[in-house]
């Protein structure tokens, strides 16, 4: 794909070629396996538009192959589940309660932000094409639509529920190829008083922490506020805030309205873009940078797993993320260094890493056995992870 998802001419190139990988949340089963499904893997380059900036893959797969039997769930792990409840009673401060107010989630996964804001009195209404989360949702008491959001799909719900006051797209807006159609739909829903939050990996935090891992075919674009700035331009948009934080190794928020006169815009946006500049973030000679740097460290990687199988210690993988196959094939790492891998979500256990035969376990298994060493696939939530086994006293660290 040589056509920029924002801009939309013909000017993407190429900038870094990575191993070919299968896709990130296709984890097989044992009866998969043993029925002949094989895992296809495909190519993952990461290109850059030469015209507005923009970063974002080359190679798209179709959405539906991605997201219908989407495994992730939000409250799958206590930072997550926390976070969204700031959120929330950010949302709440920012509304006034004294009247109803109609939240609208793009990409509301099992529901867990929208079911607390239900809980402080909000109307909500969530978007997603996951079944397995829907469902899950719809059990919560969720009001929810079970497609991927379109353009098409806001005209039935600005007739059925008017305009929302609060619009939310938390790391879903890098998961699209259709910005354009999702963007008029978006602009169409909103009137001068709503407000459009989006939140996403961000690509200055990618470039300055080497979040490599970040990059796999579910993200098909990795935003900064220069390109954006342009783009949201042609809906009549403008960011009005913009807010860095910790989540996902690196996550930018932004608070977008409708233009208008005597619009307010926080300090801050003009402040995230001077940083952009600072390290020429839409250069391709900064990305080529960005990897060498990945090569430097897949070698004192290997060399640190081969040391320890060397001295005939065990490695047990935590977590199977979405990073953790781009992770796992860039690095090149070998599958027989790790016993198996454990996570915290149930609706990976008895399956196996992406293109691996290593099986995924509940974490109580890794808490009964001794294992020497823990390779944390999911690092952005090391903190975490290190407390769980710690408290348990179980694990030798």
């Not at 001295?311 to 953790?324: E, L, N, W």
């Not at 454990?342 to 890794?366: C, M, Y």
């Not at 009964?368 to 060493?373: F, G």
Request: with cysteine; net charge neutral; hydrophobic share 40%.
């Amino acid at each position: 794909m040589s056509s920029c998802l924002l801009c939309e001419l013909d000017m993407v190139e190429s900038v870094i070629t990575f191993p070919k990988t299968p896709i990130a949340n296709e984890l097989l089963s044992f009866d998969m396996k043993k029925s002949g499904i094989t895992q296809s893997f495909y190519p993952l380059d990461l290109g850059i538009c030469l015209n507005c900036g923009h970063i974002q893959l080359t190679f798209l797969l179709d959405p539906s192959l991605l997201f219908k039997n989407y495994p992730y769930l939000s409250n799958s792990n206590d930072q997550t589940a926390s976070r969204f409840l700031s959120l929330a009673n950010e949302f709440n401060r920012i509304a006034n309660l004294d009247e109803a107010k109609f939240a609208l989630e793009i990409g509301s996964n099992d529901g867990y932000l929208l079911a607390i804001l239900k809980s402080n009195g909000w109307r909500v209404l969530g978007i997603d094409p996951s079944k397995k989360a829907s469902a899950i949702a719809t059990s919560k008491g969720v009001d929810n639509i079970c497609e991927f959001y379109s353009s098409e799909l806001s005209n039935r719900v600005l007739l059925k529920y008017g305009h929302p006051d609060l619009i939310i797209a938390n790391n879903v807006l890098a998961h699209t190829n259709q910005m354009r159609d999702i963007f008029i739909g978006i602009s169409k829903l909103m009137n001068f008083k709503t407000l459009f939050i989006m939140e996403f990996s961000y690509a200055l935090d990618v470039y300055e922490k080497l979040l490599f891992d970040t990059i796999y075919h579910e993200h098909m674009s990795y935003h900064s506020i220069k390109p954006l700035t342009k783009f949201l331009s042609k809906f009549n948009l403008v960011i009005v805030d913009a807010i860095r934080f910790d989540a996902h190794g690196g996550s930018l928020r932004l608070y977008i309205k409708k233009n208008q006169s005597n619009i307010l815009i926080s300090n801050r946006v003009n402040e995230v873009l001077n940083l952009e500049n600072k390290v020429d973030l839409s250069t391709k000679e900064s990305w080529k940078k960005f990897e060498l740097k990945i090569n430097s460290l897949k070698a004192d990687v290997n060399k640190t797993l081969n040391s320890i199988l060397m001295d005939k210690k065990s490695i047990v993988g935590y977590g199977v993320p979405a990073k953790f196959t781009t992770l796992f094939y860039t690095l090149e790492l070998n599958e027989t260094c790790f016993q198996y891998i454990v996570d915290d979500n149930p609706l990976k256990h008895g399956r196996f890493a992406p293109g691996t035969n290593l099986e995924i376990f509940s974490v109580d298994k890794l808490l009964r056995d001794e294992i020497d060493y823990i390779f944390v696939f999911s690092w952005n939530y090391t903190d975490e992870i290190f407390q769980k086994i710690v408290k348990s006293r179980l694990c030798r660290l």
